[in-house]
């Protein structure tokens, strides 16, 4: 199945964006209702968290397929496409569900780009 250390950095995504899912719910409560607001950053983390782990998968099919000498390019497109599709299909869902805010669902989609350079300034260094 997949890697513990894929596992891992994905529970440690989570964790992290459901810290920020705080933030989020709070700040967008100024601007749509609390429940929307909940509900999409709910939705968002989902979404997040099952991209991360399509994509994990999808990484170690194409790692085991380049150890067999085998071009991994297009299982890697065609991968891409179905998270592509898969968000796609969670953020219609978000527009056509009248209690969840799309910009709430969104956002979380853009957190591991804040928690991975946060991540790495705060680390420490060995060696």
């Known amino acids: 199945m997949v890697n513990k250390d894929l596992l891992k950095e ?5 964790v992290c964006s459901l810290f920020m899912d705080i933030v989020l719910v709070a700040a967008a409560s ?3 209702s609390f429940v929307q607001a909940m509900t ?4 968002g983390t989902v979404l997040l968290s099952a991209d991360m782990f399509l994509l994990s998968l999808s ?3 194409v790692a085991k397929g380049a150890r067999r000498g085998k071009n991994g390019t297009a ?4 991968h891409y496409l179905l998270r592509i599709m898969f968000l ?3 953020l219609y869902a978000a527009l056509k569900l009248s209690f969840v805010s799309i910009i709430c669902t969104a956002i979380p989609l853009f957190y591991p780009k804040v928690i991975y350079p946060c ?7 060995e060696g």
Do not use: D, R, Y
């Not at 994905?10 to 989570?14: D, L, N, P, S």
């Not at 999409?40 to 939705?43: D, E, R, S, T």
């Not at 299982?75 to 065609?78: L, N, S």
């Open 10 to 14: 994905i529970k440690f995504i989570i």
């Open 30 to 32: 100024l601007f749509v």
């Open 40 to 43: 999409g950053a709910v939705l």
């Open 59 to 61: 990484v170690q099919s």
């Open 75 to 78: 299982k890697m497109i065609a």
């Open 88 to 90: 796609a299909a969670g």
């Open 119 to 125: 991540k790495a300034i705060f680390s420490k260094k």
